[in-house]
Antibody, heavy 119, light 107 residues
């Protein structure tokens, strides 16, 4: 069984950056993709981007292009999502999810990391 | 981006009832459609992939159908533990997009 454990809640001021980590257990980190999905209060789930763990290739939603960076540390079975130039609209719960049978099927999810952006 | 529209946005049903949720895409997505359950305060959980395939370990009372632009998700006999919000997600085109969710409550 795959488990994804994310880093804890964060509070940032507008204009700052935040980095959220996602650690996988269960010896399943390789040969998968790690996706980042966020959920703002009362809003639908929103895909931000992903990384192929094997080769490190990334894809980003055009909405976040230039503000989001996703990378991974295979030795630690960990992925990171860095979001810069934060604004109040970025207040949300950020989830990592690992691909299941197919790259774009989100098989297992982390517990979520609340990020609050407030002055 | 492909827009996904779910209906209803919420529903209330009795234990044992059959519950059906629909999801419509703004363009043909073949069968590249997944369904997730999000219980209150928890992360989403994959239930159905590729429109109609039940994820391993998911109870058989959950099912999905459809292709093209119109999809449905059914709980054949609603149980108290099914209280959650259900989301559809397409992955035919990037970016993958989600429906607005359907909140299911017990009457």
């Amino acid at each position: 069984q795959v488990q994804l454990v994310q880093s804890g809640a964060e509070v940032r001021k507008p204009g700052a950056s935040v980095k959220v980590s996602c650690t996988a257990s269960g010896n399943t980190f390789n040969n998968h993709g790690i996706h980042w999905v966020r959920q703002a209060p009362g809003q639908r789930l929103e895909w931000m981007g992903c990384i192929s763990v094997d080769n490190g290739k990334t894809k980003y939603s055009q909405k976040f292009q230039g503000r989001v960076t996703i990378n991974r540390d295979t030795s630690a079975s960990r992925a990171y999502m860095d979001l810069s130039s934060l604004r109040s609209e970025d207040t949300a719960v950020y989830y990592c999810a690992i691909s299941g049978r197919y790259f774009w099927v989100f098989g297992y999810w982390g517990q979520g990391t609340p990020v609050t952006v407030s002055s | 981006d492909i827009q996904m529209t779910q209906s209803p946005s919420s529903l209330s049903a009795s234990v044992g009832d059959r519950v059906t949720i629909t999801c419509q895409a703004t363009q043909d997505i073949s069968n590249y459609l997944n369904w997730y359950q999000q219980q209150p305060g928890k992360a989403p959980k994959l239930l159905i992939y590729d429109a109609s395939n039940l994820e391993t370990g998911v109870p058989s009372r959950f099912s999905g159908s459809g292709s093209g632009t119109d999809f449905s998700f059914t709980i054949s006999s609603l149980q108290p533990e099914d209280i959650a919000t259900y989301y559809c997600q397409q992955y035919d085109n990037l970016p993958p997009t989600f429906g607005g969710g359907t909140k299911v409550e017990i009457k």
